[in-house]
């Protein structure tokens, strides 16, 4: 199989024009690319179009490629005829099974025979949503972060029948067009970024159904403490960078027992209806009555900053790097 | 007992100049204090003006108190001498009881009655430590963030003879002077952000005995999705606000079940030699070379820029509210 190199790709199709599907056609948009979309929905393409109009702002501040043009966008509602010439899908439709394998037993025969096809999935398995079909091989996850125009990551995950060859093809055609792709190299319940969430929430929740701290004390434990850290460096490179000169080395010998203690002592809550309560009860107290847009907007305003800022210091370690 | 305004306290010890105690001496030097600080190490004055020398420029950047002097030191090697007309005594003497009780003994008698004896102890039981003590109400820990002159979180935690009214004045103390306090309610072992930070810390690792992801995969989905989230807004909000209109509520309901099962499969992995290599081999591959002197400069400035940026949205936040 001789695939197009993947950053020469021109012919993405997004499957699916909801949240998640309208945000990556904004994403390869702002990437410089022309897109084809298509949707069931009646007023799909509508949708699509204002999903776009509205992003433009913060992708234009993030920083478009040349030429990108926000009505590059080819709406074909019948997706056997969308992907007739398609090099990548990226397919967003509903997250059950059924809705998914029926999609792709709709494009199959129109599919060219090297396009990849990439699910947004975040819950479902790739080795079940290939078994069965015709060129099981070119169907690998591609799973964004919301809203993916702004979230650089993607995670890709191949099944038991996926070409490894994909797999890699894929990583390289995310880096291509802007995106930070890692890869998940066993199909697990949440990929990774999900799973990781989880295990934070848990200790997040575990402390407020034990009565350790308020709801607005354990986000602000993480807002002003933890998070910066985590997010500049990561949880590992946090840990080898803490121990001094020694790092991870000097922190697994000497502190290595101490965690695997702090470990057992880890909660294990369940969501009754007590911990809800508490949980519900604590967030009321911290937004305070702000109204609900207000607290997405300023996230979202955060979000762009913080990107921004990650942008321009990559940038300036490149500059700086010998040979740069 | 009639405590003096937490604001208006000048009479600030610092016991214990290590790179705790330093980073505390050069943190109230910026709030525009004079501080008092005693150590028995037979170079610790110099030392401790060296590092508050240092770390001068990064206060300044972050705003500096009208009148701050990095000057403003006293240093007294006798600690029952330095603590005689003490209000607050932050304590970050080595992290052992037999050291922190023995220390206690020396200025107990000395100490004003109605001062605050802060400890920024990160594993030991203030209820074991106050035991015993004269005045044993009047302990209280006060635990910092490595480092504590640059990062703002304290989490404030009271023992079993600790006066509620000392826990109150402790909080308020701190933040009137630039910190970001929380109330720990109960005594667990690692506080709160400790525990979160293992928490997450777990699934890192287990992502990486498990072989679902490299090490600088599992800080990259950390550093390009969930950490901007996390550092932002929190782990708790982060919820509230992935779940659209209906927030936390919503999200309890429609994945409350799900997260549960993914709770249940995460990881328990333990520091075996096998586990411990592949983390420093990952760790390795992450790091590249790059020299840990450099790493660790390059985390700095990314604090401190990432500090900024919170420190203008909050003033940002501030002046957009009714009645500012």
């Not at 109009?53 to 966008?73: E, I, N, Y």
């Not at 803490?242 to 000097?250: D, F, I, L, T, V």
């Not at 911290?286 to 913080?306: I, K, M, N, Q």
């Amino acid at each position: 199989m001789s695939r197009v190199e993947p950053k020469t790709v021109e012919r993405i199709v997004i499957l699916g024009a909801g949240t998640i599907g309208s945000s990556w056609a904004a994403h390869y948009l702002a990437q410089g690319k022309s897109v084809t979309v298509s949707d069931p929905a009646p007023n799909a393409e509508s949708r699509l179009r204002g999903f776009i109009d509205k992003a433009w702002p913060a992708l234009r501040t993030l920083g478009l490629a040349p030429g990108s043009d926000p009505a590059a966008v080819r709406f074909i509602p019948d997706p056997a005829e969308a992907v007739r010439e398609a090099q990548f899908v990226q397919e967003s439709a509903p997250e059950t099974v059924a809705t998914k394998v029926s999609l792709y037993q709709k494009i199959e025969r129109t599919l060219p025979e090297d396009a990849v096809v990439a699910t947004s999935t975040s819950g479902l398995s790739i080795s079940e949503l290939q078994k069965g079909r015709l060129g099981p091989e070119r169907y690998v996850v591609g799973h964004p972060f919301n809203p993916p125009h702004i979230i650089p990551l993607v995670e890709v995950v191949g099944g038991r029948q996926t070409d490894p060859a994909v797999v890699e093809w894929t990583l390289d055609f995310y880096r291509a067009h802007g995106k930070r792709a890692i890869h998940i190299r066993r199909e697990v319940p949440g990929h990774l970024a999900n799973r990781l969430q989880v295990a934070l929430w848990r200790e997040a929740v575990h402390a407020v159904a034990a009565g350790i701290a308020s709801v607005e004390d354990v986000d602000a434990a993480v807002v002003h403490a933890l998070g910066p850290r985590w997010a500049l460096v990561g949880p590992h490179l946090t840990i080898h960078l803490a121990g001094g000169e020694g790092g991870m080395r000097h922190h697994l010998e000497h502190l290595g027992p101490a965690i695997e203690e702090w470990w057992a002592d880890l909660g294990s809550p369940s969501l009754t209806p007590e911990v809800k309560a508490k949980l519900l009860e604590g967030m009321d107290e911290e937004t305070a009555g702000t109204p609900f847009d207000e607290l997405v907007s300023r996230r979202d305003r955060l979000l762009v900053a913080f990107l921004e800022m990650q942008k321009k210091e990559a940038a300036a370690a490149d500059s700086t790097r010998p040979g740069a």
